[in-house]
């Protein structure tokens, strides 16, 4: 069973930085793709970014690109994002998932097999 966990949220200022890690336990993360999703107060949960099993493929929303960088380290079984450039509306609790698949990641929530509990990210002045 595929364990994942989140930390790295916190409170930080419009315009500033954060990076969210994704620790896997009990498996290896080879094989996994890995994505980053957020759900903000009274809203769905939305895709930020995922990147494939083989680390070759990243995929953004269009509301963070530019911005938010999704990157994995399969030894240290850990997948990051770094954000930089936060706005207010990137508020949200932020979690990582995980589906055994090889080719292109999606930015589907429905196609996620192994979800962590989230960390929260708050950004305001």
């Known amino acids: 069973q595929l364990q994942l966990v989140e930390s790295g949220g916190g409170l930080v200022q419009p315009g500033g930085s954060l990076r969210l890690s994704c620790e896997a336990s009990?498996?290896?993360?080879?094989?996994?793709?890995i994505g980053w999703f957020r759900q903000a107060p009274g809203k769905e949960r939305e895709g930020v970014s995922c990147?494939?099993?083989?680390?070759?493929?990243?995929n953004y929303a269009d509301s963070v690109k530019g911005r938010f960088t999704i990157a994995r380290d399969n030894a240290k079984k850990t997948v990051y994002l770094q954000m930089n450039s936060l706005k207010p509306e990137d508020t949200a609790v932020y979690f990582c998932?995980?589906?055994?698949?090889?080719?292109?990641?999606?930015?589907?929530?429905?196609?996620?097999?192994?979800w962590g509990k989230g960390t929260l990210v708050t950004v305001s002045s």
């Open positions: 998932a995980a589906v055994f698949r090889f080719g292109l990641c999606a930015l589907d929530p429905q196609n996620m097999a192994y």
């Open positions: 009990g498996l290896t993360l080879v094989g996994y793709t």
């Open positions: 990147i494939s099993s083989s680390g070759s493929t990243t």
